[in-house]
């Protein structure tokens, strides 16, 4: 058996565990081809490991250096630090892919050593079950088919799409942040249900296949969401009082600027992380 990691996340957080399991369970990577490291939590790396059977990392320097992608799974305000870390240890013959909200390709390029090709990604954390959406786009040194290799893991895990660099933003706030709005109104949903005199088991019950139904029914029927909602709408009926409601609460101003608000924070991000490096 060939031990080399073909896999290294530096990050060993809720992102990192949620692609791994995804390759795990969706792709033929084995877990002696991962590694997890991170900069001080020991026990969630043995935990981890433990979980996935994955080796240990014992050298780290050398593990990355080994390894044929390096994922970078850090939190946006760890970013310079861990590329400062580990940066001497990546080289040009791999691909860096980070995930990390808001940092541009041009930023991580910069503090390694060129050229390294760099993609982009951002998945969600759906890609534990193999549902993740994932935006990715190329940095100057990516080539073609680095970015092929990028879309082929993160096809594994989900539906992976290429788009431009000055869209990923956008892509963060949508579909980066998207399952935790959605979670949102599942808990909204559900309690207005028990409010209303249901039993928490029969409002998550109603709601979970209410949304699962909905779903399906965007995928499988391929219809307009707009005319879906409308063959729920009758004259008169009680849809169009809840939507009326929801309406005169703002509920479509209040999404899109949930969606500018995580946009312009993924730009924040980006951007104090270019000022710190000047
Ligand atoms: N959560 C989500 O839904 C999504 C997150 N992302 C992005 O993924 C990234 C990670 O998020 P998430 O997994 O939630 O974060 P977590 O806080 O769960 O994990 C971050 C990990 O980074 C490690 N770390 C910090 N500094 C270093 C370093 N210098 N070297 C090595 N490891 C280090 C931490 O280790 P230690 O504990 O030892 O400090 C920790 O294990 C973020 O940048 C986020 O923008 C992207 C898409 C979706
Ligand atoms: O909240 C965050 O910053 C990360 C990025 C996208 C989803 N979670």
């Known amino acids: 058996m060939n031990d080399k990691p073909q896999t290294c996340f530096i990050g060993a957080g809720a992102m990192a565990e949620a692609i791994l399991c995804g390759l795990l369970e969706n792709t033929d990577t084995r877990p002696h081809q991962i590694r997890v490291i991170n900069r001080t939590n020991t026990d969630r790396l043995r935990e981890l490991e433990q979980r996935y059977q994955l080796l240990a990392a014992n050298d780290k320097e050398e593990t990355i250096r080994q390894a044929k992608q390096v994922i970078l799974a850090v939190k946006p305000k760890d970013m310079a630090d861990a590329i400062q870390q580990w940066g001497s240890c990546i080289h040009s013959g791999q691909t860096v892919i980070s995930v990390v909200a808001g940092i541009p390709t041009s930023f991580i ?77 599942v808990e909204a949903l559900e309690q207005a249900g028990i409010e209303a005199g249901l039993s928490r088991t029969v409002a998550r019950e109603l709601t979970l296949q209410t949304l699962l139904g909905a779903a399906h029914m965007l995928v499988e029927t391929g219809e307009e969401p707009a005319e879906l909602r409308r063959k729920v709408t009758s004259p008169g009926g009680t849809t169009m009082a809840g939507l009326q409601t929801l309406a005169e609460h703002r509920f479509e101003e209040a999404v899109a600027e949930a969606v500018h608000s995580a946009k312009k924070r993924a730009q924040e991000l980006g951007r104090s992380m270019t000022a710190l490096s000047r």
């Open 109 to 185: 390029e910069s503090l390694l050593p060129q050229p390294t090709a760099v993609i982009r990604a951002m998945p969600n954390t759906s890609s534990m079950i193999g549902r993740s959406a994932t935006a990715l786009c190329k940095g100057q040194y990516a080539q073609q088919k680095d970015l092929e290799a990028a879309v082929r893991i993160f096809s594994a895990i989900g539906s992976a799409i290429v788009v431009e660099e000055d869209q990923m933003d956008t892509v963060t706030g949508l579909s980066g942040s998207g399952p935790a709005y959605i979670y949102y109104l």
